[in-house]
């Protein structure tokens, strides 16, 4: 199964640490990985297109204060172009009301809290072994 990690940054300047490191650690156990960061000022329509064009299985979303709105959104249209895809969310935004974001946002699959390094490939195992 193919694994995006998606950074939507607050400005171009910015990077996100937090996508590659997730990203390197999956590889690092065997998996299918990338990541791809993008800028809040972008056309959703364009961040949308990219995306979809990777043919992802399983998305995951770094999120913060600044991105949370962009990032449901983008979520909510990926499982309506490809329903079947599995979207994780984590990061500071979500983290601490995972079960409340999960109960009123149910095209989102699974919440990672905490930190991901280790967690994160288990995840993926645990997806790719279920389904």
Known sequence: MKTIFIA?????????IAVRQLNQCCIAKG??????????????????????????????????????????KL????????????IILGGPEV?????????KYTYISYIACGEGEEMMPELIGYIEDIN
Do not use: R
């Open 8 to 16: 939507i940054n607050s400005q171009y300047i910015h990077t996100n």
């Open 31 to 72: 998996y299918e990985s990338e990541f791809m960061e993008f800028n809040i000022n972008l056309d959703m329509t364009g961040v949308l297109s990219e995306i979809i064009n990777k043919s992802p299985d399983i998305v995951g979303f770094s999120c913060y204060i600044w991105n949370i709105e962009y990032i449901l």
């Open 75 to 86: 979520c909510e249209d990926i499982k309506l172009i490809k329903p079947d895809t599995i």
């Open 95 to 103: 983290s601490f009301n995972a079960q409340d974001i999960l109960l």
